[in-house]
Structure formats: structure tokens, C-alpha cells
């Protein structure tokens, strides 16, 4: 095999896009660079393929969705081993990632139908003569942009969920994995090959930027919280609705009567999985007095039993993006520098391309490690004396997308009073395979939501509709309204709404 440069790096050449392996850059693929041009011609056949999407109805919509995921199901080895050869992924983080998505493509074809399809609403008295309608209706094109670090399991959460809401797809896979989108929407090809409901369009951040751009109904994105900005920036030129999924800084908070062993094994999963590589891993735990040295001792036990290569079966893979290297060891010299232990890894952990597992304490509330998005396998463990001090520093961040909390008398107490849109009680990082629950963070981690019945109307217009049915008792909406009229309609008025609470 070539090898294509630094391992990893996503490298464009004679306008094809070159996907390389992290560990030692040998060339996983090539793909053509989509321009401006390209993009908006992808956007028009998409526009053309949501007209017939929607016309098969939801029945044959369904059908089809199913089809696709029996498809990645029956192959899910080879794309297993894909995710591993261009992102470094372990095999069975990998095959655990596509399983999560299959629920969510069999979730989303299943379940459109109900909750998009149309129902009477309940009629007030005020509007009595009239009956209530509401259904759900597609956007039209959908455009999806979506990270490295799932590659199937982030973008099937807005595919899945927009194409099972009638919408056409525009996928603007990560520059870093681009062989893996370009696998999904190949199946989906052979699933649905009538029309181009799903097409691909590859390149780096000019591509994103063209897909914003081209005139498409919404854009999903999920990245960091500075491209957000910048892609919020160019939608707003359009005034085309978006979807941020952004960063995360998620705490997990450890109280005095938690399991300690359930505890650290839920620490190590959430903090080193896909080598904490995860906007919702876990980077911070607030751990109370009574239980923090044993806490530690714990996770440090388990961590260390970690493995970490570029073997489909170790725990730990490479840094899929090099650059991210120098953050990781910019995080752990600073918390260190500033009075910090680490009492697992710390400067001697990152050997690129891997970083090996980093277990922080006595880390100050102001260092890079505790305030920014680390993105690697380091976790900051701290001791506090009450509850209430360890939800305070839990929701001491700029971010709000996930969270933990392990215990029993007040775990759904604290669950509640943590500031994310999502909260693991006595495991971390499960809320994202719910096929039922919403996906979706607050302040800096973004707004708006995948997964479930909220990640279904995401990709949808809410559309009422009233109809007459009878003659109005009441005359209001009507320029032949009497003064005796308008003398009942004040004492209906207060009749209904006037008396106490």
C-alpha cells in the first residue's frame, strides 16, 4: 500500500481527497473533491429525488429504510473492519457503534408513521364549531455533515431520522473518514436504486461550507463548537434552519454511596472508549470524600489493564487526527504544571500516533484540562465534601451535551439538577443508544435534537390545519359581529377564564 503522508492527515491531491490509515498513513482511498458547483448539482437531484421519496408514502418509505439496514447488517464485518483500517477504531467498538445504528435506521423507518402522520387535535370550547388537524410534513433536501469519530453511528442518527421523515439527503462525510460515507451511501444505493435519495458529496471545509450554501431546507451538523459558529455563520446568509451537535466538556459525579467498582468500570468506559475520541466521553469526575481513594485506586487498576495499539483487538486505537495529538499533551503539561499528579500516564502517555491512558488529580478548576475539550484518553478525577459543591463544579462549564451520575438515595436528584441535555445514572455514555430518548446538548454542545420522536420532527415542518364543522355560536373572526354579539363573546369570555386558578 502507498503511504500518502503523515498518518492520518487528510491530504487532497490532483482534486481527489486521500484517505489514510492513522497509524501508519497507508492510503485507504481516494475520492473526488466536490466544488461549489458540484455540491449545488448534488442539492438540484436531490430536490428531485425527495419528490419521488415522498410520493411512495410512508408504507414503501419504510420498506425500503429496512431494507438498507438488513444491508449494512449482513456486511457489518466488512464495514467494521473499514471503520478500523481508516479511523483506527477497534473491531468491537466498532461493531457496537453499527449495532447502535441499526437500532436507529429499525427505530426511525418503524415509528415515522406515528408520529409524523396526522391526527385531530382536542377542540376548546372557545373554537367548538371547529375540528383540529396536525401532521408532520418532509423539509425537502436535508443537508448532513457529520465527524470522524462515529462515522456511522452520528450521521445515521440525522439520516435515518430524515430520510424516515420523507427527505432527501445531501452527506458531507468527515474529510478524515471519507471511505466509510462514501460505504453507507453506496448500500443505500443498492437498497433503494431508483432515484439518488442519499448522495455524497467529499472534501474539507470548503465542501461544508458550498453544502450550507446550496440552498438545501436544514443542515445537520456535528463538530466542534468553532465550526459551528462558522457554519451558522453561512446558513444564515439563507436563513436555512440548522442542527448543532458541538462539543462537550461532561462531568460524571460519584456520590458517597455509589458502587465503587460499577463506578470506575463506568469511569474507564466513558472516559477511554474509542480513545476518548467522544463529544459525550467523560473528562471530568467529581468524586465524594468518603469514597475518592478508593475510587481512584480502582480506575487506575482497570485502566491500566487497557491495551493500546493498532490491532483490531486492543482496547485503545490512534489519534485519529494528528493535530489533536498536541492538545492531549498541551492538557496534560498544563494541569501537571500547575500543581496536578498524575497518578496514571501523564507526558510519557502520548506516543503518537496513541495516547495511553492519563488519569489526572488535584487538578485546579482553571487549568485547559478542566475548562477546554480535551478529546483524548485523560480523565480529571477531583475530591469534594458535599453533593451540592460537586454538581456546582459539574455544571461549572461552557458545555451542556452529557453527563453521569453514580449512586442510589439522590441519584435522579442530582440527574435532574445536572445542566445537559442528557444524564447516565449508573452507567455513562448509554442515553446515546435509546432509540427512544433525544440526542442533543445546551450552551456551547449546541441545541435542537437527533434520536427518538424529537429527532423525527427535527426533520419535519409541523403543518395544522383547522376545519369548519359547524356554525359559530359565538361570532368572532367575522366583520358581521353585533354589539350583543360582542357583549356575549365578554361574558363567555370571563366565564371561562375569569374565575380562580
Known amino acids: 500500500m502507498t503511504v500518502v503522508g503523515v498518518a492520518g492527515e487528510a491530504v487532497v491531491d490532483d482534486g481527489y481527497l486521500i484517505s489514510s490509515r492513522p497509524a501508519d498513513g497507508t492510503e485507504v482511498g481516494r475520492f473526488p473533491v466536490a466544488g461549489a458547483e458540484q455540491v449545488d448539482a448534488a442539492v438540484i437531484d436531490a430536490r428531485a429525488a425527495s419528490r419521488w421519496w415522498i410520493g411512495l408514502g410512508d408504507a414503501q418509505r419504510r420498506t425500503r429504510l429496512l431494507r438498507w439496514r438488513s444491508v449494512i447488517t449482513n456486511r457489518m464485518t466488512e464495514l467494521a473492519e473499514l471503520m478500523g483500517r481508516e479511523g483506527g477504531k477497534p473491531f468491537a467498538d466498532a461493531v457496537v457503534e453499527i449495532t447502535a445504528a441499526m437500532e436507529h435506521l429499525d427505530w426511525a423507518a418503524r415509528n415515522a408513521?406515528?408520529?409524523?402522520?396526522?391526527?385531530?387535535?382536542?377542540?376548546?370550547?372557545?373554537?367548538?364549531?371547529?375540528?383540529?388537524?396536525?401532521?408532520?410534513?418532509?423539509?425537502?433536501?436535508?443537508?448532513?455533515?457529520?465527524?470522524?469519530?462515529?462515522?456511522?453511528?452520528?450521521?445515521?442518527?440525522?439520516?435515518?431520522?430524515?430520510?424516515?421523515?420523507?427527505?432527501a439527503v445531501v452527506f458531507k462525510a468527515s474529510e478524515y473518514t471519507p471511505a466509510v460515507g462514501q460505504w453507507l451511501v453506496d448500500t443505500f444505493a443498492e437498497a433503494v436504486g431508483e432515484q439518488p435519495v442519499v448522495q455524497i458529496v467529499h472534501g474539507l471545509g470548503q465542501t461544508g461550507d458550498a453544502l450550507c450554501?446550496?440552498?438545501?431546507?436544514?443542515?445537520?451538523?456535528t463538530?466542534?463548537?468553532?465550526?459551528?459558529?462558522?457554519v451558522m455563520t453561512a446558513c444564515a446568509q439563507t436563513l436555512t434552519p440548522v442542527l448543532i451537535e458541538a462539543g462537550g466538556k461532561d462531568a460524571m459525579i460519584v456520590d458517597d454511596d455509589a458502587d465503587i467498582e460499577a463506578a470506575a468500570e463506568g469511569c474507564v468506559w466513558g472516559a477511554f472508549t474509542n480513545a476518548g475520541q467522544s463529544c459525550i466521553g467523560i473528562e471530568r469526575v467529581y468524586a465524594l470524600a468518603p469514597i475518592y481513594d478508593?475510587?481512584?485506586?480502582?480506575?487506575?487498576?482497570?485502566?491500566?489493564?487497557?491495551?493500546?495499539?493498532?490491532?483490531?483487538?486492543?482496547?485503545?486505537g490512534p489519534i485519529t487526527m494528528p493535530g489533536q495529538l498536541e492538545i492531549i499533551r498541551r492538557h496534560i503539561d498544563d494541569a501537571l504544571a500547575r500543581g496536578a499528579r498524575a497518578v496514571l500516564g501523564g507526558p510519557a502517555a502520548v506516543?503518537?500516533?496513541?495516547?495511553?491512558?492519563?488519569?489526572?488529580?488535584d487538578v485546579p478548576p482553571d487549568s485547559l484540562a478542566i475548562r477546554e475539550e480535551t478529546f483524548g484518553p485523560t480523565v480529571t478525577i477531583t475530591r469534594v465534601d458535599t453533593i451540592d459543591e460537586a454538581i456546582a463544579l459539574a455544571n461549572d462549564t461552557r458545555y451542556g451535551l452529557g453527563g453521569a451520575v453514580f449512586g442510589k438515595r439522590r441519584a435522579v436528584q442530582v440527574a435532574r439538577r445536572m445542566h445537559s441535555g442528557m444524564t447516565s445514572i449508573n452507567s455513562t455514555l448509554t442515553f446515546v443508544g435509546f432509540s427512544e430518548l433525544p440526542f442533543g446538548?445546551?450552551?456551547?454542545?449546541?441545541?435542537?435534537?437527533?434520536?427518538?420522536?424529537?429527532?423525527?420532527?427535527?426533520?419535519?415542518?409541523?403543518?395544522?390545519?383547522?376545519?369548519?364543522?359547524?356554525?359559530?355560536?359565538?361570532?368572532t373572526m367575522t366583520f358581521e359581529r353585533t354589539s350583543a354579539g360582542v357583549d356575549r363573546i365578554v361574558k363567555a369570555t370571563r366565564l371561562l377564564f375569569g374565575g380562580r386558578a
Open 223 to 230: 463538530g466542534s463548537s468553532r465550526t459551528a459558529r462558522a
Open 441 to 475: 446538548g445546551m450552551g456551547e454542545s449546541g441545541f435542537g435534537r437527533t434520536h427518538g420522536v424529537d429527532g423525527l420532527r427535527e426533520f419535519s415542518r409541523a403543518k395544522a390545519i383547522t376545519r369548519r364543522r359547524g356554525p359559530s355560536v359565538l361570532p
Open 351 to 361: 506516543r503518537p500516533p496513541f495516547v495511553h491512558p492519563t488519569v489526572l488529580v
Open 294 to 316: 478508593a475510587f481512584i485506586t480502582t480506575v487506575v487498576d482497570k485502566a491500566g489493564r487497557l491495551t493500546v495499539g493498532a490491532s483490531p483487538d486492543d482496547h485503545i
Open 113 to 167: 408513521r406515528r408520529v409524523l402522520g396526522h391526527r385531530r387535535t382536542r377542540t376548546r370550547l372557545a373554537t367548538a364549531e371547529f375540528s383540529g388537524h396536525l401532521e408532520y410534513q418532509p423539509l425537502g433536501v436535508v443537508g448532513v455533515i457529520a465527524p470522524w469519530n462515529y462515522p456511522v453511528l452520528i450521521p445515521m442518527g440525522a439520516i435515518a431520522y430524515a430520510l424516515a421523515a420523507g427527505n
Open 213 to 221: 450554501r446550496a440552498g438545501v431546507d436544514k443542515i445537520s451538523f
